[in-house]
């Protein structure tokens, strides 16, 4: 991926608990723990540009009798970042791979889908407009049948998640959460459509931002 925004300055704004990003982990959080209440038996996740993975390990954190059931990859390229990542994930006895690359290309998840839970939190605001459509689109060839994903979009001038949401539900998905403050939207859908098969070797998005 590339960019020009300084991802561990911008994950600093996370101490702040009244800020934007603090409420939007906060209500991805939310939905993690909903959906960690509707389903029984292993569950299998995936989080694309994941950085210190917190949108996920602090819900387990809390929760220590679902750790044995929950497995899967978090993929974050900054190194720093990761490395932040793989910590909590050894301090928790986790069962999840932390692998630093490129959250942006499939190659990135051979070997950890299908996935129960796919999360793309932090993605659509920082890539085209063309990215994101591909990479909904692509999105069920993550998935396993009737597996959710959970989206965000930032606060722009043109608010695209009303558009994005209709992408989503264009290619086989339904709308089963959607929460919106003056930070960005929380988006959740279900996979109604049949998954499609895995396309390693393909490019989903890149930073721009």
């Known amino acids: 991926m590339s960019g020009s ?27 993690v723990r909903a959906f960690l209440d509707d389903r029984t038996g292993p569950v299998r996740v995936v989080s694309a540009c994941a950085g210190e993975g917190r949108d996920l390990l602090d819900v387990l954190a809390e929760r220590p009798d679902d750790l044995p059931r929950v497995s899967g990859r ?3 390229l900054d190194p720093v970042l990761a490395g932040r990542a793989r910590a909590l994930v050894g301090d928790l006895g986790a069962d999840l791979e932390v692998v630093e690359g490129d959250a942006g290309a499939t ?11 796919v999360m793309l939190c932090g993605v659509f605001g920082n890539v085209t407009d063309d990215d994101i459509r591909r ?13 959710v994903v959970l989206w965000t ?29 003056d930070a960005m ?24 931002r």
């Open 185 to 208: 939207p929380v988006v959740e859908h279900r996979l109604v459509a049949e998954p499609q098969a895995f396309r390693p070797g393909e490019q989903l998005f890149t930073f721009v």
């Open 74 to 76: 978090l993929v974050e």
């Open 153 to 181: 979009r930032g606060s722009f001038e043109t608010d695209l998640a009303p558009v994005i949401a209709g992408w989503f539900e264009e290619s086989g998905f339904e709308r089963t959460s959607y929460h919106a403050d």
């Open 135 to 147: 990479t909904v689109r692509a999105t069920p060839s993550l998935m396993a049948p009737g597996a």
């Open 107 to 117: 190659d990135s998840y051979a070997g950890a889908v299908p996935a129960d839970l």
């Open 5 to 31: 925004t300084d991802w561990r300055q911008w994950h600093e704004e996370y101490a702040d608990p009244a800020s934007g990003l603090s409420r939007r982990r906060r209500a991805v959080q939310d939905r």
